[in-house]
């Protein structure tokens, strides 16, 4: 009895013993465990424990765990579950990262086992399940997704699911069935899929002994599906790319596979689908592959065969022999030939290496590196050489960095010849990150306006900012039509910034326009002008303008709109000022004085390309005065509202354009004109152009046309009423005879009439006419020409009742004028009944410019008049 109870105290003391034991490892299982496990682990690699396991709901949870080769966090683990249910392991975890950079801290094995055969592997997988909600390895995180493994010593079966990428794969002794693998990106039009069957090897350490992969392709920028096939039997394969409806096959690249060497040789590809057809050929050896990406050897060539403007073109890429490596590459190149597309001709000569890490790699440009082209750039620029001098420039995943110049030398047959320069440096630099400074200067002859031009300046791209520091432009002169402009020159009155962040986007800036005197060809000049603007918006293709425009003492033109990269919209305001302030614009030689009025104005434009340019304003000139040696012009008012619109002018919108004179003194004394014009210039018979309202007062009457309309489809008829003879004589200074009364008339007036000026006009009295010769006139012809004094004897002082007129003028200027004349001449104390018909072709146009009416009246007389025949029973005489 005594010794049983010894017994139980002795059980009670081992179990006591064995659950403080146990207790003990549970409380210290994040020390003990990882040293436990580090006996089947590699060298210098260790698991650690964020906080101790527990168990839950009949599974263990391990809320962190990681693995670190040295000091590098190789994978982490988070909320990891492990069960067994229903006769299979079951493994969750809420997380896996992997950072593949701490792959080259794993040690390698001294004496390496013998490979294991799959088969065995697969032996001695238990039946388990096992599911990741999101794996990620560094630096692909764009590829993480979710894992599922279901695993038993017959089949295995994998299942990925990420947003770029799927596959689903069985796997049942060496038969490997690839059912999906499908992978999408922005760039592509369609996601791209794969599928096939593959025979792994005995051994997985090699590749598998045969296979078929079938994958279907679709991008944007390839206007047909591609269709891709890969297939190999033991060590030797081949891969096709076809494009629908294409005769041949896109790409053909055979590969050969040997313990040592990997050869893709004999590569063919073509690409119809660029602005010329490309094509060439591939190959590539890699040397020592099983020994690892870092002792492998690359030494390849690809070349690209085009056909253009200057023939046929060839341009080889030559790679090796070098390596790539995780840490440090160190792969040769060199681009050398020639491309000769369809209007340009490239010239390369590009070596460098490829070096840095394999995941972050840069390309070093080698001295002498160096890129040409020539040849017609857009439609009618002429490329006569463009340099890119390239050596010592590195390009990586973060940018370009170094020099970087470029020089243009162009001319167009029609503009002329330019020289440009770009030299700057990049830190970094790609769009909208890191940075590119640089200055830029240049110079060219501009034919078609016989000017020089210059330009200079300095900007910059950092990060998301574009800003254009300085800027200086200009022209020697501009000499173009009728005027010659002196030194026209654009400078930055502050820098041109543009901000390119989308949160805030910003755009703004201050150019200034300066340019010396216009000079006008047929005399006077535009003073020193200036025009100063304010840009202020979004973006160069989003932003409002402010500006003024003065030229001393004229203006200032007050301007602003706005351009949204399709169409330019503005308007103009001109304040009201003097007309006086114009007067350096009038040519000395005309001898016209402004000396009164006002101008105001204001415009609404915008243009856009192939919609033209459009207009629309209105131009007021209130009481203008000018004066000139010979007459002298007062109380102009003159309205113009319009619309332009494709070369198009619409006169008159809202109201006809009105011209209103008040006075004219000069020859003829002109008062009280009126014109009104509207329609369309050019105009057509839909949209003809219309001038009415004319009418002006002369010579005591008054002249005036009620309608012209163009195209004309009916004379104009100009007609004239009460004009005073004695003030017409007077103004045109005839001494020779003097004539009172007054006449009406009409005239047609055609102004498209392929024969005629005026058709069938007339001219007739209204009211009695008198006519009397001057003496001294009438006595030197009787003198000279006694048949002539004696008819003219009829005509020293006659009224005339009835006079009637006809007159036609051609186009040369021709005039055909017919009169019949009938009245009472007094002479020798009698009153004689006199009867004329006057017949006169004379060049009208001629005649307008000697103004000589007297003269040629005289010279008329002398000439025609002839003494009666008889008398009738009334004393009537006829010549």
Known sequence: MKSMSQGVKICIAALLALILLLLGLALTVTQWLPRVAGIWLPDKTTIALAANPRWHHGALLFPDLRYLAGDCTLATVRDARLAYRDGRWQLRAAALDIDSGCFSALPGADNPAAPTALAEWQRRLPRSTVHIDRLTISPWQAWSGALSLTLSPVAQRLTWQGETLRASADLRGQQLMLRELRFENDALSQPVTLSGTLTLPHFPDGIPESGALEGHLSVAQVPAPLTLHLRWQQQRGELRVAGAGQPAPLLILPWQLTPRRLTLHDGEWRWPWAAQP????????????????????????????????????????????????????????????????????????????????????????????????????????????????????????????????????????????????????????????????????????????????????????????????????????????????????????????????????????????????????????????????????????????????????????????????????????????????????????????????????????????????????????????????????????????????????????????????????????????????????????????????????????????????????????????????????????????????????????????????????????????????????????????????????WLRDMVITRAWATLNLDTVGQMTLRSDVEGSSHFSDKNQRVSLHYHQQENLFQLWRSLRFGDNLQSWVEEHATLPDHKDPRNAHQP
Do not use: C
């Open 278 to 793: 490309l094509s060439g050929g591939l190959a590539l050896t890699v040397d020592d592959y099983r020994d690892g990406l870092s002792a492998a050897v690359f030494q390849g060539r690809l070349n690209v065969l085009t056909a253009g403007r200057g023939g046929k073109g060839n341009v080889v890429l030559t790679l090796g022999p070098g390596k790539l490596d995780w840490q440090h590459s160190a792969l040769p190149f060199r681009l050398t030939g020639s491309s000769k597309l369809a209007q340009l001709l490239f010239f390369a000569s590009l070596p460098g290496t490829l070096e840095g890490p394999l995941l972050d790699p840069r390309l070093r440009m080698a001295p002498g590196a160096l890129l040409r082209m020539r040849g017609r750039l857009l439609s009618t620029l002429e490329v006569d050489e463009a340099r890119w001098p390239l050596a010592g420039v590195t390009l990586s995943p973060r940018g370009v960095s170094g020099r970087l110049q470029a020089i243009l030398r162009a001319h167009h047959p029609d503009s002329g010849r330019f020289v440009l320069h770009l030299d700057g440096r990049a830190e970094d630099f790609w769009p909208d990150r890191g940075r590119w400074s640089w200055r830029y200067w240049g110079k060219g002859y501009l034919q078609p306006l016989s000017a020089r031009w210059d330009i200079a300046g300095r900007g910059r791209w950092q990060e998301t900012l574009i800003e254009l520091s300085t800027l200086s432009t200009g022209f020697d002169r501009l000499r173009y039509g009728l005027a010659d402009m002196a030194t026209p020159r654009l400078t930055l009155s502050r820098p041109l910034r543009w901000q390119r962040d989308a949160e805030r986007p910003l755009f703004d800036g201050g150019v200034v326009l300066n340019a010396r005197e216009t000079r006008f060809t047929r005399g006077g000049h535009l003073p020193p002008s200036v025009l100063r603007a304010e840009l202020n918006g979004r973006s160069p293709a989003d932003f409002l303008w402010r500006g003024a425009l003065q030229a001393q003492a004229i203006g200032p033109v007050r301007v602003q709109g706005r351009w949204d990269g399709v169409r330019l919209r503005g308007q103009a305001w001109w304040p009201e000022q003097s007309l006086r302030v114009f007067q350096p614009l009038i040519s000395p030689s005309l001898k016209m004085s402004l000396q009164a009025g006002s101008l105001r104005a204001q415009m609404a434009f915008s243009a856009a390309s192939g919609q033209g340019f459009a207009a629309g304003g209105h131009w007021v000139v209130k009481q203008g005065a000018m004066r000139m040696p010979d007459n002298q012009i007062s109380g102009v008012d003159f309205s113009l509202p319009f619309r332009l619109q494709d070369s198009e002018w619409q006169l008159g919108t809202h109201g006809p354009v009105q011209l209103r004179i008040a006075a004219i003194d000069n020859q003829f004394a002109l008062h009280n004109m009126t014109a009104d014009l509207q329609g369309h210039y050019p105009w057509r018979a839909q949209q003809p152009l219309t001038l009415s309202n004319v009418s002006v007062d002369l010579l005591g009457g008054q002249l005036r046309l009620d309608r012209l309309e163009m195209p004309q489809r009916a004379p104009a008829m100009v007609r004239l009423r009460g004009l005073a003879l004695d003030k017409l004589l007077a103004a045109i200074k005839v001494t020779q005879f003097s004539l009172t009364g007054r006449v009406n008339g009409a005239l047609p007036l055609w102004l498209n009439h392929p024969e005629w000026l005026v058709q069938n006009g007339w001219l007739a009295n209204d009211g009695p006419l008198t006519l009397r010769m001057d003496k001294q006139v009438a006595d030197a012809i009787a003198a000279n020409n006694l048949a002539a004094g004696a008819a003219l004897d």
